[in-house]
């Protein structure tokens, strides 16, 4: 018996996943459906004696004899969960207001590092805490259209909006992530260009550095989407990142990033230490455990549009919001913006090694400049140095 479209209710697929576990004479026992907006899951418990590779072996099975066309499933503290998708007219997005009702009714405590990604297949929030030891690292992947670039930004609005830590943000697409330039925590305005960026990355090595010295400042979050074109385009991206990705967690920086892929030539050495891992749908040509990091996760399966796996380590699937810029309310800057002023006066690397900004400078040159009352930014832009390295200078010579 195979399952018509419009045959498809939940409680017959819950009789269809029941008659084949008997059928393969499996002890266990499916119990209830619940209505996910792309998915409908149902939950299945093993008895004494049940097997579960059993039931994960029915994946194939499940899927042609309820009409899904696919099917996923996961072991969790729930039990087996069977996951099967639901027909396109029948999706729904998840909306901001509904996620943050779930937010209201849960009750969770949220600490100001924490933002939530969206409901999992039981209608739950799922959290993300860049706190946490197994997350100060995100990676997001996933083709156009998984939601990839949506929910790089409900995360970045999230964690302004409602948490503390400061943010930077870099995309090379001139609509997304429309509207941040007005939003309180974020430094410096969205950043567009190589350029730009190559300026913005050598700031945040030199915060490296100093936090090292001077001990953990703010939580700072960087958000860089479409890493392989960076990479392509910004000298030194892919030793910055690495770095950042190794050291950053104790540093209080995070990194945010996003790319269509998860192998070392899209993200670079950085993939290795980013430990978190949020997968959307992919190219058929990508390999699952590749993208993932982790064998059995079947991100085959998944539906795009805000449907994604969580990978840290156990396998959570959520749906995210899919919102438009209007959905998200932006506060306007305050006053406790941080400013980066160098980053518009042409601030550029000095070499490609450790010591940021370490060209020579013609000391008596800049003694007479301050001595004829030149100001930060007239010494940054005359002698082709930073912010912090120039007003060093000033107080050193004043």
């Known amino acids: 018996m195979i399952l018509t479209p419009s045959q498809r209710v939940p409680d017959a697929l819950v009789r ?3 008659l084949e576990l008997q059928a393969h004479k499996i002890k266990a026992t499916a119990l209830f459906p619940v209505d996910g907006p792309q998915v409908l899951t149902i939950c299945v418990k093993t008895a004494f004696g049940g097997r579960i590779e059993q039931v994960e072996a029915l994946r194939a099975t499940l899927a042609e004899k309820t009409g899904s066309g696919s099917a996923r499933i996961d072991l969790t503290r729930d039990g087996l969960l069977v996951q099967l998708p639901k027909q396109r007219k029948d999706c729904r997005t998840v909306t901001r207001a509904e996620l943050l009702a779930r937010v209201k009714r849960e009750g969770r405590p949220i600490a100001d590092t924490m933002a939530p990604l969206g409901l999992d297949v039981l209608n739950r929030v799922t959290w993300l805490d ?19 670039t949506t929910l790089l930004s409900w995360l970045a609005w999230w964690l302004a909006m409602h948490g503390r830590p400061r943010l930077l943000v870099a995309t090379p697409k001139a609509d997304d992530f429309s509207g941040f330039d007005g939003l309180a925590g974020l430094l410096h305005p969205v950043v567009r260009t190589a350029d730009e960026l190559a ?12 936090r090292r010295l001077a001990g953990i400042g703010d939580r700072l979050v960087l958000v860089i989407d ?40 899209a993200v670079g050495r950085a993939v290795f230490n980013l430990p978190a891992r949020i997968v959307g749908r992919i190219g058929s040509n990508v390999h699952s455990y590749v993208t993932a990091g982790k064998a059995g996760a079947n991100v085959d399966a998944l539906q795009g549009l805000g449907d994604f796996l969580q990978v840290t380590p156990h396998l959570v699937r959520f749906q995210s919001p899919l919102l438009a810029p209007a959905d998200m309310p ?17 601030y550029t690397r000095a070499d490609a090694g450790n010591s940021w900004n370490a060209a020579p400078v013609d000391m008596e040159a800049l003694a007479e ?30």
């Open 330 to 346: 932006l506060a306007p800057a305050g006053d406790n913006v941080l400013e980066l002023p160098f980053l518009a006066d042409g």
């Open 369 to 398: 400049a301050v001595e004829a009352g030149a100001g930060v930014r007239q010494i940054m832009a005359d002698f082709g140095i930073g912010y912090t390295r120039a007003k060093r200078y000033m107080e050193e010579l004043s």
């Open 226 to 265: 479409e890493v392989p074109y960076w990479r392509e385009h910004v000298p030194d991206f892919d030793g910055n990142l690495a770095e950042l990705a190794a050291i950053g967690r104790g540093l209080g920086l995070h990194l945010l990033v996003g790319s269509q892929e998860a192998t070392e030539r």
């Open 199 to 210: 300026r913005l990355m050598a700031w945040t090595m030199q915060e490296a550095a100093q």
């Open 130 to 148: 860049i706190a946490d030891a197994t997350t100060p690292h995100v990676a997001v992947f996933g083709i156009t259209g998984s939601g990839k």
């Open 16 to 18: 269809i996943v029941n």
